[in-house]
């Protein structure tokens, strides 16, 4: 089930709780992007994003300097996962109706 606060708590807990654990956190929509993005916690070319695109392979994009989404396509090392195609995606599109995954986040800002 994807984070909401009413059903997780607060995002800050549900995080750190995900963080390296058992199980991965799993997000719905663009939203929760944003609000990561303004409490510091995604680190340009470090945070990466499993986008589940349902009956094809996973992508994986890493958050770039201008925290968009960029993925170098199928078969560049740690930077895509099967369903990748190359470029650079703006999250409130790439996002829109997608669950995915975060990880790699700013650990200063989750553990402060």
Not at 9 to 18: H, K, P, W
Not at 64 to 71: G, H
Request: charge should be negative; glycine fraction near 8%; hydrophobic fraction near 35%.
């Amino acid at each position: 089930m994807p984070y909401s606060e009413e059903t997780h708590g607060n995002l800050l807990d549900y995080l750190r709780e995900t963080d390296g654990g058992s199980y991965d956190n799993l997000f719905s929509g663009s939203k929760y992007y944003f609000v990561m993005k303004d409490k510091c916690l995604l680190v340009p070319r470090i945070t990466c994003l499993r986008v589940d695109l349902s009956f094809i392979p996973d992508t994986i994009y890493f958050v770039n300097d201008d925290f968009f989404l960029e993925s170098r396509g199928i078969g560049h090392v740690n930077m895509s996962a099967m369903g990748a195609q190359k470029g650079i995606y703006d999250p409130a599109q790439a996002l829109k109706i997608s669950s995915w995954s975060i990880y790699h986040l700013s650990q200063s800002a989750l553990f402060p």
